[in-house]
């Protein structure tokens, strides 16, 4: 992936870089810094010496930052050194769960709420004293509470014009479950970021002997929501999309929801080809795990599963189920939230490392340069492709 040339030095940056990652972001934070204080070092620029560039090469670009509680559960933020005059960059996984803290003798799992609070602590912390903040939200919070279906809330709404309130410039998310919540806040900056290069890359660098074309590939879409992403890789590909859709029974409400009657297929004949399984995430896993069984039925080949966020909320146990019962062959997702060390082990798990790209996303920001030829991966997706398959020529 191609880092800033020279001739993009001749903009300025916006402000000495500075990185806060939160505690529930620390691992990824310091792959984004290791990848930012190698490609500055890399740098030369007649003007480096020049107060416009003060602070530009650095040893590491991560602010010191703590976020305490008090024996009641109420927390605070201190940010232990300067950031007056910096560009700011925030990164927080509201996901990680593997996080606590002390109330009143009880040890409490920090949920996406707490980490929110304390994102907004941060924020509060740096009391408007830095030249430009922004938040890299890898899961944004409360996305799939979206919009509004009868008497419920519009939390996502409701947090994105809260951080913006706070002084936020630009949220940077990824895979967003529905990217047109950003009209809550439409004077500001808002990118929500699609992983389909990293998926395709790291499936091609795992995975021998797959056939990129029409009569041996397939993108499937477990559902209706995901419909556009198998569009846009099947597009790029030039392969078939197909899509399951769910039939619910609205007579009957169970656990707050209908119930799914059955699994209904649209698209070409699938047998024999080698597929993607492709969702913005893996909740408890159940509707992803179906659809791969359904394919097979069907006669599908190889199955591999690609998701942005893999949350495993009800555990592993049914994938290592349905990976011995040959239902998929691979499962990939990102780094971009809270990985167990269990699923870092399993035989069947590709990471998918966002670290890289995340890191060349803020070093243009800084620069205050467009980011819209890192949001469109298209031309390294096939030059991707294209290397792949001239080793099978």
Not at 58 to 64: A, H, K, L, N, P
């Amino acid at each position: 992936m191609a880092q800033l040339s020279t001739k993009d030095l001749s903009t300025l940056p916006v402000g000495r870089l500075g990185l806060i990652p939160l505690e529930s972001c620390q691992p990824l934070g310091a792959k984004v810094n290791d990848w930012l204080v190698k490609w500055r070092r890399e740098r030369t620029h007649r003007e480096m010496d020049s107060f416009a560039f003060e602070g530009y090469q650095r040893d590491s670009y991560i602010v010191g930052v703590q976020t305490p509680r008090f024996g009641s559960g109420e927390g605070k933020s201190v940010i232990t050194e300067s950031v007056r005059g910096d560009d700011i960059y925030l990164m927080v996984d509201v996901c990680n769960y593997s996080l606590t803290y002390r109330i009143s003798g009880f040890t409490n799992l920090m949920s996406p709420d707490d980490h929110f609070q304390d994102l907004k602590r941060v924020i509060g912390a740096i009391g408007g004293k830095a030249r430009r903040v922004n938040v890299i939200m890898p899961y944004l919070y409360e996305s799939r509470q979206s919009k509004r279906v009868g008497r419920e809330s519009l939390d996502c709404a409701t947090a994105l014009q809260e951080l913006t309130g706070m002084g936020v410039e630009n949220i940077i998310t990824f895979d967003a479950h529905d990217a047109r919540v950003q009209n809550a806040t439409p004077l500001h900056g808002f990118e929500t970021v699609q992983p389909s290069y990293q998926f395709i890359k790291a499936l091609l660098n795992h995975e021998d002997g797959l056939h990129i074309d029409n009569e041996h590939f397939m993108i499937i879409s477990p559902d209706e929501g995901s419909m556009g992403r198998a569009i846009y890789l099947a597009n790029i590909l030039g392969v078939d999309m197909g899509m399951y859709y769910k039939r619910l029974d609205y007579s009957r409400v169970v656990n707050g929801r209908h119930p799914i009657a059955a699994y209904e297929f649209l698209g070409p004949k699938l047998e024999g080809k080698d597929m993607i399984l492709i969702d913005d995430m893996i909740s408890s896993g159940n509707t992803i795990i179906e659809t791969a069984a359904l394919l097979k039925k069907r006669g599908a080949g190889r199955i591999y599963i690609c998701a942005t966020f893999g949350l495993f909320t009800d555990g592993l146990d049914k994938f290592d189920d349905a990976y011995d019962q040959g239902l998929f062959d691979g499962l990939l997702t990102t780094n971009l939230v809270y990985q167990t060390p269990e699923l870092l082990e399993k035989k069947y798990y590709i990471n998918c490392d966002m670290s890289k790209y995340i890191a060349l996303i803020i070093d243009t920001l800084n620069h205050d340069l467009s980011v819209s030829h890192l949001l469109n991966p298209v031309d390294r997706i096939k030059n991707c492709v294209n290397n792949y398959m001239k080793r099978y020529e």
